[in-house]
T-cell receptor, first 113, second 115 residues
Framework: QQQVKQSPQSLIVQKGGISIINCAYE??????FPWYQQFPGKGPALLIA?????SEKKEGRFTISFNKSAKQFSLHIMDSQPGDSATYFCAAVEQTGANNLFFGTGTRLTVIP | GAGVSQSPSNKVTEKGKDVELRCDPI?????LYWYRQSLGQGLEFLIY????????KSGLPSDRFSAERTGGSVSTLTIQRTQQEDSAVYLC?????????????FGPGTRLTVT
C-alpha cells in the first residue's frame, strides 16, 4: 500500500512556466516532508523539505506548499528551466520511528525550451 | 568529499544465482539505508542500519534478501536465488544521525537485471 500518493506521473512544461507536483498522505505521524530530484543514472538528491508546522517554504525557484488538514503537499517550480528536467519524488518520514523515507511514485518533468 | 558509492553499477545475472551489492557510505555517517527502485513504483525501503544497533529489516520482501554492515561502515546487500521480479535499481543512502533521516545522501545505485 502506497503511503504517499504522487501526481502527475509525467509533466511537460514550457520554459519559464510553473511546474506543479502534488502529493498526499494518510499517516498523521509523518513529521517531515522532503522532495528529492533525480537525474538519469544518478541517485535522488534532497531538493527542499518542510515540517507540518509551516504552510509554505521557499528556496529560490522551488516552493513547497503544505496543507496539514487536507494531508496534502505540493512542489512548485517557478520559471521552469530545461535543466530542471528530472524525476521528482515527494517523501515523508516519521522521525521518531524507523526513520526510513516513504516515497511517492515519482513525476517525470520535462521542460521544453 | 566523497559521496556514497555503490558497486557494481550494473549487474546482470541468471535466475537462481546469488548476487552481492556493495555500498560505501559517506565517512562518519552512522545511519545506512537500502532502497529498491522499480519502474513506476518509486523507492521502496528495504533495510536500515544505525551504528551497532540491530538493523530494521522490516522492508525486506522475502528471506532471500539479507544485508550486513561491517565495522559500522561498508554494507553488502545479498539476494539469494534471484528471481526476475528482483530486477530493479538498488539504492543505498546514508545520513549523519538517525534524526537526520530526511537528509539522506544517495549513491548512484546498482542496476540489477535478472534474466
Amino acid at each position: 500500500q502506497q503511503q504517499v500518493k504522487q501526481s502527475p506521473q509525467s509533466l511537460i512544461v514550457q520554459k519559464g512556466g510553473i511546474s506543479i507536483i502534488n502529493c498526499a498522505y494518510e499517516n498523521t505521524a509523518f513529521d517531515y516532508f522532503p522532495w528529492y530530484q533525480q537525474f538519469p543514472g544518478k541517485g535522488p538528491a534532497l531538493l527542499i523539505a518542510i515540517r507540518p508546522d509551516v504552510s509554505e517554504k521557499k528556496e529560490g525557484r522551488f516552493t513547497i506548499s503544505f496543507n496539514k488538514s487536507a494531508k496534502q503537499f505540493s512542489l512548485h517550480i517557478m520559471d521552469s528551466q530545461p535543466g530542471d528536467s528530472a524525476t521528482y519524488f515527494c517523501a515523508a518520514v516519521e522521525q521518531t520511528g524507523a526513520n526510513n523515507l516513504f516515497f511517492g511514485t515519482g513525476t517525470r518533468l520535462t521542460v521544453i525550451p | 568529499g566523497a559521496g556514497v558509492s555503490q558497486s557494481p553499477s550494473n549487474k546482470v545475472t541468471e535466475k537462481g544465482k546469488d548476487v552481492e551489492l556493495r555500498c560505501d557510505p559517506i565517512s562518519g555517517h552512522t545511519a545506512l539505508y537500502w532502497y529498491r527502485q522499480s519502474l513506476g513504483q518509486g523507492l521502496e525501503f528495504l533495510i536500515y542500519f544505525q551504528g551497532n544497533s540491530a538493523p530494521d529489516k522490516s522492508g525486506l520482501p522475502s528471506d532471500r534478501f539479507s544485508a550486513e554492515r561491517t565495522g559500522g561502515s561498508v554494507s553488502t546487500l545479498t539476494i539469494q536465488r534471484t528471481q526476475q521480479e528482483d530486477s530493479a535499481v538498488y539504492l543505498c543512502a546514508s545520513s549523519f544521525t538517525p534524526s537526520g533521516a530526511y537528509e539522506q545522501y544517495f549513491g548512484p545505485g546498482t542496476r540489477l537485471t535478472v534474466t
